[in-house]
Nanobody
Framework: VQLQASGGGLVQAGGSLRLACVVS????????YAWYRQAPGRQRELVAGITHGGITNYLDSVKGRFTISSDNAKNTVFLQMDSLKPDDTAVYYC????????????????????WGQGTQVTVSS
């Protein structure tokens, strides 16, 4: 399984970006996927996850602003980020967990087997 993330960039506060994670080696509809982020000096944290059944979970601080989705035809997982804030600045990674916990993507980074390369998101104030 390989994950290829893209779509990061520099945006002003209040703006939007859409990240894409192209999945190869497995069909998107058969797996679960998540977006993580890591800011300088901070631990990597789960931003959003989606299961093969379409069940999603989000970090509290992004609820209502970010939306995770998958496109089976493109074998791609997206993260739509709206109303961006400077605190959203980080390197964003897509990842695939080994197992679900409680039916949703787990929050611990150690639960993830596959990682894509990061894409930098910078939000200016």
């Amino acid at each position: 399984v390989q994950l290829q993330a893209s779509g990061g960039g520099l945006v002003q506060a209040g703006g939007s970006l859409r990240l894409a994670c192209v999945v190869s080696g497995i069909t998107v509809s058969r797996g679960a996927y998540a977006w993580y982020r890591q800011a300088p000096g901070r631990q990597r944290e789960l931003v959003a996850g989606i299961t093969h059944g379409g069940i999603t979970n989000y970090l509290d601080s992004v609820k209502g602003r970010f939306t995770i989705s998958s496109d089976n035809a493109k074998n791609t997982v997206f993260l739509q980020m709206d109303s961006l804030k400077p605190d959203d600045t980080a390197v964003y990674y897509c990842a695939a967990p080994t197992l679900l916990i409680g039916g949703i993507c787990p929050s611990g980074a150690h639960e993830y087997t596959y990682w894509g390369q990061g894409t930098q998101v910078t939000v200016s104030s």
